[in-house]
């Protein structure tokens, strides 16, 4: 990854002197992680006035779409997960880098009291984030209102430092997508920040209140009023990691909980299982990991990342085809020409069919090499499941192999399924397990509780999804 970054400061009578910035990251190269080539481009400018105690910025960045790249032009450096994140726009974790390519806004201040004892630092962020392939575009707002007291006076001329009480309050908002599903433009995948947690707004016990303690209060309540709603105190926000095949599933699973949780919140953050599995390792926070496999999910328990996992669901494949293609069975997918749509292998959805198009290669009628002459027609290797089915819908592609829940209402007038004979078929079991490093580990023990409950197995069920293999 390359980096370049340069502030300068205008020299100006004035308190508050102007300055400005200009930033470039690129990001490139392949990962059989990822199962992606990485062609990123960031560019950035910033603009404010700063004094020692008062600094208040206007910033952008541009990360444009790169077709049939990870996250469509997105960054995957592991050196700029978390508070590492180097872009202007960034906001308490959330930015571009971890949301992929697209173009951004943020407001920002840092005040300090006049003795340095305390600081307020508050910023409101819009992202405008392009489509990519299965996924649309949507604008995410992000809102972040930082207050700390330092409980010693610092030295003459310097910042608060030592022991300290802070309190956080982070806002993360999809407003909704704006544009319909296309491979170009923005995008309304609602894949939400990994990284940027509501704290839950937990409250101070001070016991002397100080001029400079009501003055950040003060200040505090202007930025609030300016920027923006915050969570109220005591609102618990879980994150949850899946599998890119469990959306819109877990998506009613999260409004049936938080009907029935008063006071907490479910953020979801949907993807190819070794792509979350990836983010973990390197870092990224969240409450639960559920995966579309158990060799994800294997991986992030011998990492030490998740708790034991157990299984809640199972899946099996169907083959997908354009209403636009001449497919319309399994010998069809050989037809030389035929274009053929599938995950990457590294991605569960993807090593799955290749499992079923080597057991049909025995099954009678479909010859020897059925497997070996479908896999000459693939022309694209996708991140998640989601990619391959929005393909097929939109016409990119003849036919490809999916779940059999991907099958949904809204695409099922645009394709067509074919059934996977069960001497080929492969059963997919998705486990769930809660993050080792999560802090919200009781309200996510709830949610994962609610998976498992009757109400939670029936939303599941009609979406398709069996019950999970009986416990030996």
Request: glycine share 8%; net charge positive.
């Amino acid at each position: 990854m390359l980096y370049l970054d340069a502030v300068d400061t205008i020299a100006a009578r004035t308190r508050l002197k102007p300055y400005a910035g200009l930033q470039y990251a690129s990001d490139g190269g392949t990962s059989s992680r990822l199962a992606s080539t990485i062609d990123a481009h960031a560019y950035g400018a910033e603009v404010g006035v700063a004094s020692n105690s008062v600094n208040l910025n206007v910033s952008y960045n541009n990360m444009p779409f790169e077709a049939n790249t990870y996250k469509s032009g997105g960054i995957a450096s592991p050196y700029t997960y978390a508070d590492t994140d180097p872009l202007f726009t960034t906001s308490a974790g959330s930015g571009l880098v971890d949301k992929g390519s697209g173009h951004a806004y943020k407001l920002g201040a840092t005040v300090w009291s006049p003795d340095r004892r305390a600081r307020l630092i508050a910023s409101r962020a819009e992202l405008f984030l392009y489509a990519s392939a299965g996924k649309s575009a949507t604008d995410v707002l992000v809102t972040n209102l930082d207050v700390t007291f330092f409980l010693s006076k610092p030295p003459k001329g310097e910042s608060g430092k030592g022991f300290s009480l802070r309190n956080r309050w982070i806002d993360v908002d999809t407003p909704g997508a704006h544009l319909p599903l296309s491979t170009t433009g923005r995008s309304s995948n609602t894949t939400f920040d990994p990284q940027a947690l509501d704290m839950g707004g937990e409250s101070m016990n001070i016991k002397r209140i100080t001029p400079e303690a009501i003055a950040c209060a003060s200040a505090l309540a202007m930025v609030a009023a300016m920027f923006g709603s915050v969570r109220a105190a005591g609102h618990v926000t879980v994150t949850v990691f899946a599998a890119a095949s469990l959306h819109n599933a877990f998506a009613a699973v999260g409004q049936a909980f938080e009907r029935t949780h008063p006071g907490m919140s479910v953020r979801f953050n949907f993807d190819g299982s070794q792509i979350l599995e990836a983010q973990l390792a390197h870092g990224a926070r969240a409450d639960i990991y559920a995966s579309a496999d158990r060799r994800s999910m294997a991986k992030a328990a011998a990492g030490n990342l998740v708790d034991t996992p157990v299984p809640f669901a199972r899946n099996h494949l169907v083959v997908v085809a354009s209403t636009r293609s001449r497919v319309r069975a399994l010998s069809d997918l050989t037809r030389p020409g035929m274009k053929i749509d599938l995950c990457a292998d590294v991605v569960p959805c993807g090593r799955y069919a290749r499992i079923a198009l080597n057991r049909l290669s025995g099954v009678e009628g479909l010859g020897p090499a059925y497997g070996d002459k479908v896999l000459k027609n693939v022309v694209s290797n996708e991140q998640d499941v989601e990619a391959v089915v929005q393909k097929i819908v939109l016409g990119e592609a003849d036919a490809g192999i999916v779940y059999a829940t991907d099958v949904s209402a809204e695409a099922a007038p645009k394709m067509r399924a074919i059934e996977i004979p069960k001497s080929g078929q492969v059963e997919a079991v998705y486990p769930i397990a809660i993050v080792k490093d999560s802090t919200q580990t009781e309200s996510a023990r709830a949610f994962v509780d609610f998976v498992f409950s009757g109400a939670g197995r029936r939303i599941l069920k009609s979406y398709g999804f069996g019950a999970p293999p009986a416990s030996k």
